[in-house]
């Protein structure tokens, strides 16, 4: 069995795995059948993430099959799962509160600790999560980076004819966009890559979109940062009405500045919002269900895992959505 191994900043490599020889009581031998490629894969890959520890076996977002699970993991093998990006410790003050999304002592996959980038790899079954027969596994992978746009939009009101702009149209932007036009807002798309506002407006066709140089006076009930750099944050607090609320979810170890005077005298609310909690992810089940909702710009290519290369470089180009690995195929 193979997984990927990153030594350094742009240095990934395919190699073989250590054996498992046995499995602690709760954990779950994992066959992987897909892997997403997340933008904090692509950060860490390039050296973008003040907080990343190399060496590591990249990646968090998996979809697999339990093979093998030990007496109390409370899956059967042949269960079809998706994990976790991170572990939490269960004992502190936020885990139980159930929001194990800002646990002190969460552990990173792929950035902080190993992660899941294997064709078998093994994981504590209380972080994984198994996924609905009806949900095919070409939706199903993309149900943890849609549970962060699930547990982002509830910290906002977003009724029929809210008005929303979305900066950054990679993955998190575009599930955002499918988010709120299920949820009847009106949608405004950023983004300076004009192929990426072509393609959202032609799966959604209602969406208007704006390239950041034609920022002027516009004004929205709710503005969505989800590209993450440091003059798209700067352009986003721009963009809110007074009393309105800017959702952040981009990662950046930039020191960003903001418009303090404006941020009190408009009332403005900065609402950051990382990953999701259990919850968020069943609510991302059942919308992902529905056949009425629309992700199919999300899911980019899918490249056998063997071209980790291609896929990793591709990624890297911010010109796709999410390019998913195929873990069956080796080299
Ligand atoms: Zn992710
Ligand atoms: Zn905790």
Do not use: W
Not at 92 to 118: D, R, W
Not at 215 to 241: P, R, W, Y
Not at 269 to 298: C, M, R
Not at 306 to 328: E, H, W
């Amino acid at each position: 069995m193979d997984e990927l191994y990153l030594e350094k900043p742009g240095r990934l490599k395919l190699r073989e795995s250590a054996r498992i020889d046995q499995l602690g009581d709760s954990e779950a031998l994992i066959k992987t059948i897909y892997g997403g490629i997340c933008g904090s894969d692509i950060k860490v890959y390039g050296g973008h993430l003040p907080y990343a520890n190399y060496p590591c076996r990249p990646g968090h977002e998996i979809l697999g099959l339990i093979v093998e699970a030990g007496p109390k993991s409370p899956f059967k093998s042949g269960t079809r799962v998706i994990s976790f990006p991170n572990t939490y410790c269960g004992i502190c003050e936020f885990c139980q509160q159930e929001k194990t999304n800002i646990c002190p002592e969460k552990k990173i996959f792929g950035v902080t600790v190993n992660g899941l980038f294997g064709q078998e790899i093994v994981v504590d079954s209380e972080f994984l999560v198994p996924v609905p027969s009806e949900l095919n596994s070409e939706k199903a992978i993309l149900t943890e980076p849609f549970a962060v746009i699930v547990h982002a939009l509830k910290k906002a009101t977003i009724t029929k004819g809210t008005s929303v702009a979305v900066v950054g149209c990679g993955t998190e932007g575009f599930l955002t966009i499918a988010l709120l036009e299920y949820l009847g807002a009106e949608i405004t798309a950023i983004d300076i890559n004009q192929d990426k506002m072509n393609k959202a407006k032609s799966f959604y066709t209602s969406i208007g979109t704006l390239h950041p140089e034609n920022v002027k006076n516009q004004k929205f009930d709710l503005v969505v940062e989800a590209a993450g750099t440091k003059a798209a944050i700067e352009m986003a607090f721009t963009l809110i009405k007074p009393g309105g609320t800017m959702i952040t979810l981009g990662l950046t170890g930039d020191e960003v500045s903001f418009p303090s005077l404006n941020v009190t005298r408009s009332e403005l609310s900065i609402l950051g919002s990382i990953i999701y909690t259990k919850q968020d992810f069943k609510e991302a089940f059942e919308i992902l269900k529905n056949p009425s909702f629309n992700i199919a710009p999300v899911l980019s290519e899918i490249i056998p895992f063997a071209q980790y290369k291609k896929a990793f470089a591709d990624a890297s180009t911010g010109n796709y959505t999410k390019i998913v690995l195929d873990f069956r195929d080796s080299r």
